[in-house]
């Protein structure tokens, strides 16, 4: 039994292998984009729309309302970020219903290359929203002394949220495995309900988890309750 994607070589030319982990990853996005251009080529705003274009408004709908939620300032300029992660991460997870198909987020790999996309993603909307100083003055908040420990977060929570993505889906596979071994009818289709659930629950927190360090890095501190709002121009003046 294969545990990683990786081990699986589904061509090799001159030295070059390409895994499944890196097929199936374009599999993923080739079907994202495919189904998205479908959808999208035939939007309607009209009375009547088709039951596609209810699904994607929904989606999108629910995915904007969790990222309200987390207490972002502008939903939809963290949207196409963190759709993107939550799509590919959920298709990529419920895809494993195919025979012979193999999740790639059951990679370490790509659990790290999606983590570091997040770490990237982090300073990026933080430094377009407070500035590059107020960025880094988060790295020495409250007391210059926190700056080591700052760096070490930021580098354990990006490596938390590969590790724990890469956890559930790879003991997934080896629970699923070892059924099949003891009861090979039964257990593996009640496993395999369990296992789509639980993929899409894995898509939603490594989204959330994003949308919350995002917002906590690009959150303004709050103003004294002594200090006027100058931004309010009917109270800049009392």
């Known amino acids: 039994m294969e545990i990683s994607p990786d081990a699986w070589v589904l061509a090799e030319w001159q ?30 705003e009209g009375e009547t729309v088709s039951r596609w274009q209810v699904m994607l408004e929904v989606i999108v709908t629910a995915i904007r309302d969790q990222i309200d939620e987390v207490g972002a300032d502008d939903p939809d300029r963290y949207l196409p970020f963190i759709g993107t992660l939550f799509l590919f991460i959920a298709t990529a997870n419920l895809l494993a219903v195919v025979p012979g198909y193999e999740p790639p987020t059951g990679s370490l790999s790509t659990t790290a290359a999606l983590a570091i996309c997040v770490l990237i993603a982090v300073p990026i909307f933080s430094i377009t ?14 007391t210059p002394l926190m700056l080591p420990f ?77 200090q006027p709002d100058t931004d309010n121009p009917n109270t800049a003046g009392d």
């Open 15 to 44: 030295g070059w292998r390409l895994t499944a982990t890196v097929g199936f990853t374009w599999l993923v996005m080739a079907f994202l984009v495919i189904v998205s251009r479908a959808i999208t080529a035939r939007l309607s």
């Open 129 to 142: 929203r407070r500035g590059l100083g107020g960025y880094l003055k988060t790295y020495i908040h409250p």
């Open 150 to 226: 700052n760096l070490i977060g930021e580098l354990s929570r990006t490596l938390a949220l590969a590790v724990r993505l890469y956890g559930n889906v790879m003991s997934g596979t080896v629970i699923v495995g070892i059924l099949i071994s003891v009861a090979p009818f039964f257990f593996p289709i009640l496993m395999q309900l369990l296992g789509l659930l639980t993929g899409l629950i894995q898509a939603y927190i490594f989204a959330i988890l994003a949308m919350v360090y995002i917002a906590s890095a690009s959150r303004s501190r709050p103003k004294p309750d002594n």
